[in-house]
């Protein structure tokens, strides 16, 4: 049967034919067919990404203005179609700009910052517009308020596809409470199917976004989450990329573009931590990627044939005896005061000794002359090339390999150097190769193994005695005109130290807040958070953070609870494809004192494991942002992040392992104690013992006793450890105690709250004293020492 295929070049018009029928897309149009790529690719989670990308641009509009966020959502169910309404103080967007922010993709403001955003590249809010007009048929209603002297702006619009243009159906001036703000409304086909994925979005927002007011309200449930702090995230500065990690398309592009001459020039200017200093050093290293280096040989030896005045004696003519014999008794001592001699800095010595014996002799030394007598001392230098590398093989080399062994290596690398560029040059990638070369040849030829390790200590050590070249790199323009010495430059990028990048591009939560998100929103017993530094990937810089919060009220069944960030933005699908995930899963949670069955795998027990990526270039895993990519770079430091929190959780943990032995032991002595004491009472007929005394001491543990007198409270604090004990004590009571030493009073309803902050050392005492001049009660508070560790008699 002939296929089609077989066919198309036996008429005229198929090749004119087909291309009729091809033509360009808009993005619209695309996403139109594509919706699942951006996360709308069912009711219940095109509900979610549509909350979340409204959400997202209200965070990102209110701290950009400097406003504290306050932010509601209400999700109505009107039968056929749900409702969705986000409104937002912040700064409200212009008449002129309206329309484009929520009826154009890829429109907007971020893309090409180098600075943390929650969005980036345009498509969020106007891909939920998009969504709601494709399912309900039904244009978004959208009101902004820039100034509560002016009216407000209320648009309604649709996205035309073909176009990816904004379609205006309704423009007016309209009123609206709110001094300045955004109000978005969309109808679109949903379900509440994913309830619990809004509720935890809503709620981890709150966790990372502890300066944020939120209001939730749906069709079952209304929540209101307050701020925790009145402090904004830090201000991100837009900052240049950095040299590491950056590829080679982009770096051709920038050297097309930029407006500097020179290599150094050029990395100063485009490249954040590059000063003149590490622009220095890394074009050095780019001369020796680009050029190479010239191996450097020893001076002729006392005994060796070679002498290298002879020969500058030899190649200088017409100068008379006098200056010629200057000119190569002067060169020769400078060459033999060296301790090695490469081919650009004979030429120096050259030079030199020249520009001197001119005036002194009134004798022209020109170029002629002077490649002559570099050339005839070079040839001395160089004479003996293969007793030079033989030094060099036999220090890089184990004494295992006998002499003959070494001497072969030495012959066969200086061969190479001999069929090899005139000045001995060659790069490092040429030296490993003419080694290499020798290594296999004296394998086969000898039988003498020449393993990995030998091979790269030898082009050490020989790359070790060359010099780098004096010649200046090339040009911008011919470095992005050739793809290979971009690329040399490229490597030399990535094999410069460099300073990590400036952080003021990022707006980390830090550990502070992490702590305090989660104190806010989770009930449990203890808490711990870390921010790492900053590092850099394909040259975006970002930051890693983690919190853990153990016991509590946290269910204790099951596994752990993960909750995963980027830029502040909760992601709430595709737990398993991130690489958050991948990290958690094989840390061995055992160490730190989780349950985890085979020690690999989700840790099970009461815990919240969160983790924050800030970067100015978060790598997600598809356009829908619900993922981390797994990233070599990231993912060391999520798992560093998590380990540092993880620490304390462990020293935690084993604390209070420590503390419920000891509550066992003193539950047994409280059981023990009284009986003992009432029959000794019994025996010696004398008074019966002050228990807590007797406990406190057999405990270790902090005493606290009041003791009444004359109108004189007196409160001794006993420390019977041996490591200083800092408790706060607070003594409650209903008369004025007028003012005590070292004391704080606070009257409160007729209570007066006496509080003291003594540092106890191990086996003294502390008294505390107030007058109260009659009769009173009392009421003690002690904090800062576990109730295992403390005996309270007042």
């Not at 909350?51 to 209400?74: M, S």
């Not at 004096?470 to 094999?495: E, I």
Request: charge should be negative; charged fraction near 30%; aromatic fraction near 6%.
């Amino acid at each position: 049967m002939t296929s089609y295929q077989s066919q198309l070049g036996e008429g005229e018009g198929v090749a004119e034919e087909l291309a009729q029928s091809q033509r360009a897309i808009s993005i619209a149009e695309f996403f139109e067919k594509n919706k699942q790529m951006l996360g709308f690719d069912s009711g219940g989670k095109s509900l979610v990404t549509a909350v979340k990308e409204a959400v997202d641009n209200a965070l990102d509009a209110t701290e950009e203005a400097g406003i504290l966020p306050d932010i509601y959502v209400e999700i109505e169910d009107l039968g056929d179609y749900y409702r969705l309404v986000i409104e937002d103080n912040g700064p409200g967007i212009t008449k002129a700009q309206l329309p484009k922010v929520f009826g154009k993709l890829l429109y907007g403001s971020r893309f090409h910052k180098r600075e943390m955003t929650r969005g980036q590249q345009g498509i969020g809010i106007s891909a939920a517009v998009l969504y709601s007009q494709l399912t309900s048929g039904k244009p978004a209603k959208i009101t902004s308020k820039t100034d509560a002297s002016k009216p407000a702006q209320y648009f309604e619009l649709t996205i035309d596809t073909d176009t990816n243009e904004p379609e205006i159906d309704v423009e007016k001036e309209t009123t609206w409470e709110r001094p300045h703000g955004t109000r978005i409304e969309l109808e679109m086909e949903a379900n509440m199917r994913a309830r619990q994925q809004l509720h935890d979005y809503m709620q981890y927002t709150a966790v990372v976004n502890p300066h944020a007011r939120l209001e939730f309200r749906e069709p079952k449930h209304h929540v209101k989450y307050e701020r925790a702090t009145d402090q904004l995230p830090a201000e991100t500065t837009e900052i240049r990329p950095h040299p590491h990690g950056v590829e080679l398309g982009t770096l051709l592009k920038m050297l097309n573009a930029t407006d500097s001459y020179s290599i150094s020039g050029f990395l100063q200017e485009e490249f954040t931590r590059v000063g003149q200093k590490t622009a220095r050093s890394l074009v050095d290293n780019f001369r020796d990627l680009h050029f190479g280096r010239e191996l450097a040989w020893r001076p002729p030896q006392a005994h060796a044939d070679a002498d290298v005045e002879a020969a500058l004696l030899d190649a200088v003519s017409n100068k008379g005896t006098d200056a010629t014999e200057a000119f190569a008794s002067r060169v020769t001592k400078r060459v033999h005061a060296q301790e090695r001699v490469a081919h650009h800095e004979l030429v120096d010595i050259v030079d030199e000794v020249a520009e001197e014996i001119e005036p002194e002799f009134d004798r022209t030394f020109g170029d002629t002359v002077r490649e002559n007598a570099v050339a005839a001392a070079w040839g001395e230098l160089t004479a003996d090339r293969e007793a030079d590398l033989y030094l060099l093989v036999d220090e890089a080399t184990t004494s295992r390999k006998d002499d003959a062994v070494v001497e072969a290596m030495a012959r066969r690398i200086a061969a190479k150097f001999a069929d090899g560029d005139p000045r001995d040059r060659v790069t490092r990638k040429g030296l490993r190769d003419y080694v290499d070369r020798a290594a296999e040849m004296t394998e086969t030829q000898d039988d003498v193994s020449f393993g990995e390790t030998a091979r790269e200590n030898v082009t050490e050590t020989v790359w070790a005695a060359s010099r780098r070249v004096p010649d200046d790199p090339p040009k911008v323009s011919a470095v992005a005109d050739d793809r290979d010495t971009a690329r040399a430059l490229l490597d030399s990028m990535r094999m410069t130290d460099i300073l990590a990048p400036p952080t003021d591009c990022l707006a980390p939560i830090t550990a502070e807040l992490i702590r305090a998100g989660l104190e806010k929103e989770y009930d449990a017993d203890f808490y711990a958070s870390a921010t790492r530094s900053a590092e850099v990937h394909r040259g975006d810089p970002f930051i890693v953070e983690a919190g853990i919060a153990y016991g509590g009220d946290l269910k204790a069944e099951g596994n752990v609870e993960v909750l995963r960030f980027a830029n502040r933005v909760p992601l709430v699908y595709r737990l398993g494809a991130c690489s958050t995930t991948d990290v958690i899963k094989r840390i061995n949670w055992r160490n730190y004192g989780l349950d985890q069955p085979g020690g690999t795998g989700m840790p099970n027990g009461p815990a919240v494991l969160m983790v924050h990526v800030a970067s100015t270039n978060v790598p997600f895993t598809s356009e829908s942002k619900d993922a981390v990519a797994n990233v070599p770079e990231i993912e060391d430091e999520i798992e560093l992040a998590l380990r540092e929190a993880a620490r304390e959780l462990k020293s935690y943990l084993s604390k209070q392992r420590s503390l419920q032995k000891r509550r066992r032991k003193q539950n047994v002595l409280v059981d023990i104690l009284p009986e003992m004491a009432r029959k000794l009472s019994e025996v010696t007929h004398r008074e019966p013992l002050n228990i807590e005394d007797s406990l406190a001491r057999i405990m270790n543990n902090v005493l606290v006793e009041r003791t009444v007198e004359n109108g004189t409270v007196t409160l001794a604090v006993r420390n019977h450890g041996d490591t200083i004990a800092s408790p706060d004590i607070t003594d409650i009571v209903d008369v004025d105690p007028g003012d005590p030493e070292g004391a704080t009073v606070v009257e409160m309803d007729g209570e007066w709250f006496v509080k003291w902050s003594p540092e106890v050392q191990g086996g003294e005492v502390a008294i505390l004293e107030y007058d109260i001049g009659t009769e009173a009660t009392f009421d003690i508070s002690v904090e800062g020492v576990e109730a295992e560790k403390l005996t309270v008699n007042a």
